[in-house]
């Protein structure tokens, strides 16, 4: 009997399979990457609005104080405002399974029509430090 070879080849070849696969991990590794780093965006920026909260949380607690008692605040007078029970001034809050420390500094500059709080919040993360400060003014009633 006799062998006829067919001319046709409709399949693919092993090296065509794996240029395939190669091509397709190279594409999987770059979404990898792209998804690590939207991750890293997003955790920042979660850090980034705690750190802000942490600052109006401050601000609205020295804004509550009697005009005669806003002043700069010395380390005792923030420990009192921040946690009376805490030794330390330091607000620690735990966010997506990690701590962040944020320090809080206030400063009060005393004008003629009234005085100007400043809050600055900093924080460190991932070996880079951030800070974030607001400012508000008040008048004496």
């Given amino acids: 009997m006799e062998q006829v070879a067919r001319q046709d080849n409709k ?4 090296v065509e399979v794996m240029i395939a696969f190669v091509v397709i991990f190279i594409v999987m590794l770059g979404l990898l990457n792209l998804a690590t780093q939207v991750i890293a965006v997003g955790v920042r920026n979660t850090v980034r609005d705690e750190g802000i909260r942490v600052a109006e949380e401050v601000m609205a607690q020295v804004r509550s104080l009697p005009y005669s ?23 620690i809050r735990n966010l997506r399974h990690f701590t962040i420390k944020y320090n809080p500094d206030i400063r009060v500059t005393t004008h003629a029509d009234g005085k ?6 900093t924080w460190s993360y991932m070996q880079t430090d ?12």
């Fill in 69 to 91: 008692e806003i002043n700069t605040m010395t380390y005792g007078n923030l420990r009192k405002i921040i946690d009376p029970q805490s030794s330390e001034v330091n607000i």
């Fill in 116 to 121: 100007v709080i400043d809050v600055t919040v």
């Fill in 130 to 141: 951030y800070s974030h400060t607001i400012t508000s003014f008040v008048r004496e009633r």
């Fill in 11 to 14: 399949g693919f070849t092993l």
